[in-house]
């Protein structure tokens, strides 16, 4: 569906257009397309334009249920949505530009997490240019770790970016670690860029919170790991740690099987513990995913790298006890939750370590830190920093010599060398 644009005059707010992943193809970032959209509903004029069909359906690893209407998530009627675009781009790319035009917004935001939407975003950021409007690029990674195996893939996104970057006037990611890897792969120059951390993923809750179950010594343990299963995602460690736990620890691992990365099923096949484990291999159904966290008690989440996790955003806005690696953007994602426990990627006798020392932040929901008020303010303070508004309140963000030093400090502190950034945004 596409909404009209509102006509002139009706709304003086600062009008902005988010373009984004749309539902055809269900992913964390059409999650995330939406709730920043409606965030940013709040305080400006918002339109949306929203990748489509992103590539012919056959080459995408959840091609059986591409179409399929798995997400009871839904933009805000103040929102203006133009759905959407397709690969192919004709006539679509040309009816997305009119909306574009006809919204005529200060700024337009590009969410970039697939080298799919390159050409598309390189036509509407050229028409953006042309009309006077602001570019910015908020960035999930760098390229898709899926994408980056293949070499042609790989060489074309980090050919055709560069014409998209020399025209972006202020660039956004999720965390200071992911600013100092962008950077350490493109040369921004002297580009504006503001870290805005990930807003919560509350939205899966749909009824009043629950008092967490109290447990007794001994009690079950229900650990939970969800999201897409890929080779970056360290499932194999969980698995093999599980089989070192306790008997009365149970693994649910619910998420659908991407790139081939077969080996997690596997060895969940032939674990001994493999009769305590459920294996729901499937991309699940929004209705089913507060089931699953409910009935958990400690979320797993073993990566070997990312930038983002939706699963860890689910998981604080459930107030559950998360073990996470300290890797890329997730250390400033979860520091400042309370049920966070910790862990060094790649060792499953660590991880197991972790989750017996995870146990005793149950019984007790935990407050998620996040929030969408944060996330809109920093987006407007780097609005502010590219010229859409007045000056910058004061104390509204870190000097230039304090984001230097920031990114020196975590060039030298983090124990990850990592040319891509890898989000799991479900």
């Given at each position: ?171 956004v990611v999720h965390s200071r670690f992911d600013r100092v890897a962008l950077r350490a792969t493109y040369d921004l120059g002297d580009v504006p860029d503001e870290v805005v951390l990930h807003g919560p993923f509350d939205h899966h809750e749909t009824a009043a919170p629950s008092a967490p179950r109290p447990r007794a010594a001994g009690d079950a343990c229900r650990l939970l790991f969800f999201g897409t299963i890929r080779p970056y995602k ?69 990566y070997r790298r990312s930038s983002a996790s939706g699963p860890l955003h689910i998981a604080m806005s459930h107030g559950l006890p998360v073990v996470v690696t300290a890797v890329g953007g997730l250390v400033e994602a979860a520091e400042k939750y309370s049920g966070t426990t910790f862990v060094a990627a790649g060792s499953a006798s660590a991880l197991a370590e972790a989750v017996i020392s995870a146990s005793a932040n149950t019984g007790r ?62």
């Open positions: 569906m596409t909404a009209s644009p509102p006509p002139p005059g009706a709304d003086e707010r600062p009008r902005v257009v988010v373009v984004g992943s749309g539902w055809r193809f269900l992913s964390g970032i059409s999650y995330y397309t939406c709730r920043l959209s409606n965030a940013l509903a709040a305080d400006h004029q918002v339109g949306t334009i929203l990748m489509r069909q992103l590539l012919p359906t056959r080459l995408y690893p959840g091609r059986g249920r591409v179409g399929r209407q798995l997400s009871e998530l839904s933009y805000d009627p103040s929102v203006h949505v133009f759905d959407g675009v397709d690969w192919w781009a004709v006539p679509s790319l040309i009816r997305a530009a009119r909306f574009l035009l006809s919204f005529r917004p200060s700024v337009i935001v590009f969410q970039w997490w697939t080298g799919t939407v390159l050409h598309s975003y390189l036509v509407l950021c050229l028409v953006a240019r042309l009309a006077g409007i602001k570019v910015v690029v908020e960035f999930h990674e760098v390229q898709d770790t899926g994408e980056a195996q293949h070499r042609w893939a790989a060489l074309y996104c980090r050919k055709l970016i560069k014409p998209l970057l020399r025209r972006t006037d202020g660039v360290g499932l194999e460690d969980l698995v093999e740690a599980f089989g070192q736990l306790p008997s009365h620890y149970t693994l649910t691992v619910v998420g659908e099987t991407w790139e081939g990365w077969t080996l997690p099923a596997s060895l969940i096949a032939e674990s001994a513990a493999r009769d305590r484990i459920t294996f729901v291999n499937r991309y699940v159904a929004d209705s089913e995913v507060d089931g699953f966290f409910a009935a958990a008690d400690v979320v797993v989440l073993p929901r935990h407050t998620d830190p996040s929030s969408w008020e944060e996330s809109v303010a920093a987006f407007t303070r780097l609005f502010a920093r590219i010229g859409l508004t007045s000056g910058l309140p004061s104390g509204a963000g870190p000097s230039h010599a304090e984001r230097v030093a920031q990114d020196a400090e975590i060039t030298a502190s983090s124990n990850q060398t990592v040319p891509l950034l890898s989000p799991d945004l479900r």
